[in-house]
């Protein structure tokens, strides 16, 4: 019986360890409700990315002294990440996406800060910087942030940090998108 304890104690307290690099699939999916078509079309031009402090991973697993012990480095790319987000959001904001260099409206998005870590909680932080253009008149130029805490960090897996970046993702978008029909569609119904 102590045997068994032991075991599973041991098991309980390595299924949680800080060591070994982290590899998270990124992913979105929307958050504000659905709106009707609009007809406007918006070309999601690929994001830049200018973080300064690393351009390959994403963040750092903490022992519980707070020291750094493994990296957290995504599967797959964070530029496209954030790209593939904004065309579900748009989408489901009522826009129609496209790829056609002639389109009259073209979003532009830098990432400036994308940062995910486990300590005692897990905690996600962004800063994106946005440029939305009609007809090449940049139309919103504005600097995004948000930081979320979410929860726990009993185990540091891949897939919390890269729920946990989704999940701040989603309160950046929560900032963005209504400034984008703030801009887009009030212009839209002043000019009918």
Partial sequence: MKRKVLLFVLVLLLSGCAFGTRRPMLTYSTILPAAPKNNITIKVAPFKDERTWSTEKIGDVRNGYGMRCADIIPQNSEEEWLADAFRKELTNAGYVISDDTNTAVTLEGTALDI??????????????????????????????????????????????????????????????????????????????
Avoid at 173 to 183: E, H, L, R, T
């Fill in 115 to 192: 940062y995910v870590n486990a300590y005692m909680n897990y905690g996600g932080r962004l800063k994106l910087n946005i440029v939305l253009k009609k007809s090449d008149k940049v139309i919103l130029s504005k600097e995004y942030s948000a930081e979320r805490n979410c929860g726990m960090a009993w185990a540091s897996t891949a897939a919390s940090f890269g729920k946990t970046l989704e999940i701040t993702l989603q309160d950046i978008m929560k900032k963005i998108i209504p400034d984008i029909n703030k801009v887009l569609l009030e212009k839209t119904n002043a000019a009918n």
